[in-house]
């Protein structure tokens, strides 16, 4: 029977991620759809830009580039993250997953705007490794709700005497696990599709 109970509620847990989950990434793609609509339609005639297109990708290469994929999006943005969890404000750690969403629908209404035909492989090239990276931060914040969610109960007990109890402890090592089992993974996964299969997916347009 308690072996039932346990599984019962983990699969509650599991299910209330995987909505989090969802509803951001829902929220994300939302984001970067009218930030290219709105790029692409208030974006001036900038030739300049036109002529550096086929430069964005030529920076780094090979595993180097990987290398340097993973230790940003892989480290740098996630602790940008969860230190803003511990924040007791609603929300706050969502900062970089909606700046994640509008730098790439800024990029893709601009080079739309500019040329529909030379960046249509471009914006069908990215997709995989974008989607992929929204995927993965979209599940770092469902994780990170909780830890918000215990900060903000921790700040509440300050000003007013409350019976609810928090497992900060606990749910931070949910979320560790988690980074390291799915979300580590993905932006390894999103650096290799980036470096790699965007390069092949490019490629079938010429």
Do not use: W
């Not at 759809?33 to 900038?46: A, K």
């Not at 290469?61 to 740098?76: E, I, M, P, R, T």
């Not at 705007?113 to 931060?137: C, D, G, K, Q, R």
């Amino acid at each position: 029977m308690k072996f039932i109970e346990v599984s019962r509620i983990t699969n509650i847990i599991h299910q209330q991620y995987q909505k989090r989950t969802k509803q951001f990434l829902l929220l994300t793609l939302m984001i970067t759809i009218i930030t290219t609509l709105i790029s692409y339609f208030l974006t001036p005639n900038l030739s300049e830009l036109n002529q550096n297109l086929d430069r964005v990708s030529n920076d780094a290469a090979g595993l180097s580039k990987v290398f340097v994929y993973v230790v940003n999006n892989g480290l740098h943005v996630p602790l940008q993250m969860f230190f803003l969890s511990l924040i007791p404000i609603p929300f706050l750690y969502l900062c970089n997953l909606i700046l994640t969403a509008i730098i790439p629908g800024i990029l893709f209404g601009i080079m739309l705007h500019l040329s529909f035909a030379e960046s249509l492989p471009i914006f069908v090239a990215s997709l995989p490794h974008s989607i992929t990276e929204m995927l993965a931060y979209c599940i770092l914040a469902a994780l990170l709700y909780d830890i918000n969610k215990v900060i903000r109960l921790k700040v509440k007990k300050c000003f007013k005497k409350t019976t609810e109890t928090s497992y900060f402890f606990k749910i931070f090592l949910q979320l560790v696990k988690g980074f390291l089992i799915i979300v580590l993974p993905l932006i390894i996964l999103a650096a290799f599709l980036e470096t790699y299969f965007a390069d092949y997916i490019y490629s079938l347009f010429k």
